[in-house]
C-alpha cells in the first residue's frame, strides 16, 4: 500500500511538473507577443509624440490604444513635461543656487559627458564638470558618476569622457577620487542611461541629479525618468530623478533645434533594447 502511495505521489508531482512547465512555456510566449506589440506601440507613440505641438489629440488616442500600459502613459506624461511645458525649469550654475535642489536620499549627480577635441576636454565639458562640483558642494554626500566613452578624432590615446572629467572633479575641482565612479565605454546619451543605471543600482542610489549643459537637459531627462520607470515596474527598485543642474550653453550648430527629434529616436531605440523582437 505504501508503495502504491508512493507511486501516485510521484505521478501527481510529474504531473503538476508538466502543467507547471506548460503555463510556464504559454506565459512565457504570451510575454514574449506582449513585449513585441508594446515595442511596435512605443514607436508609433514617440514618433507622434515627436510631432506634437498644440493638440495632444493623436497621443490621447494612442493612449486609449494602449489602454493598460502605464509605461505607456508615464512616456507620453513626460514628453509632455519635459518638450511641450513652457513651464519647464532647467537650473542653471551661476544662475541657481545649488541649494535650491531637493535631496533627501541616497543621491547621485550623473555627469554627461561632451566629445573630445584632439583627445583633451573642451570648454564645454569643463564646464559641465563646475557645474557638478558646484553642487556637489552642497551636498557632499552624494557621490558623481560621470559617462563618456573615447570619442572625437585625433585621440590616437583613446582618452575617454569619463576619465577625463574624473581627473579634472579631483585635480582641478577639489572632489575626492572615492566620490567619483565612471562609465567609460557611452557613445550616444542612450548609452550614458543604459551604463550609469547599471553603476546606480550598484551603488544603491534612490536618486539621481542630471548634470549637463541646459539644451541636452530636457533630452537626457526624458531617457532617464523612463528607463527609470521601466525598472521601477519591473524591478520594483525605485531611482528617482529629482533634479536637474546644467551650464547654460547654446546647441551647437549641427545639434540646434534637433534635440527633441533626437531624443525620440534615441527614446525608440531604448524600447527596442529593452523589448527586443527576438
Known sequence: ?????????????????????????????????????????????????????????????????????????????????????????????????PSELQITGAHAFVVLGYELKNGE??????ERCHAAAAAWREFPDSILVCSGGATGENNPEKHTEAGMMKQYLTDTCGIPEDSIFTDESAMTTLDNAMNTFEIL???????ITLVTSSYHQR????????????????????ISIVGNFSCERDAPANLAGKEAGIAARQLSEMMKRLFPAD
Open 201 to 207: 543600482k550598484a551603488q544603491w542610489i534612490e536618486e
Open 121 to 126: 576636454m573642451t570648454e564645454e565639458l569643463k
Open 1 to 97: 500500500m505504501a508503495g502504491t502511495h508512493r507511486a501516485l505521489k510521484s505521478i501527481t508531482a510529474c504531473a503538476l511538473a508538466a502543467l507547471m512547465l506548460l503555463a510556464q512555456l504559454c506565459c512565457g510566449s504570451a510575454e514574449e507577443t506582449r513585449q513585441k506589440e508594446r515595442k511596435t506601440d512605443y514607436s508609433m507613440l514617440i514618433s507622434h509624440l515627436s510631432k506634437a505641438r498644440e493638440s495632444m489629440d493623436q497621443i490621447e488616442a494612442d493612449l486609449e490604444a494602449m489602454k493598460g500600459d502605464e509605461l505607456a502613459a508615464f512616456i507620453a506624461a513626460k514628453w509632455q513635461e519635459l518638450f511641450l511645458d513652457p513651464d519647464y525649469r532647467v537650473y542653471l550654475n551661476g544662475k541657481d543656487a
Open 219 to 238: 533630452w537626457a531627462n526624458v531617457l532617464y525618468a523612463v528607463l527609470a520607470e521601466y525598472i521601477r515596474e519591473t524591478e520594483g527598485r525605485l
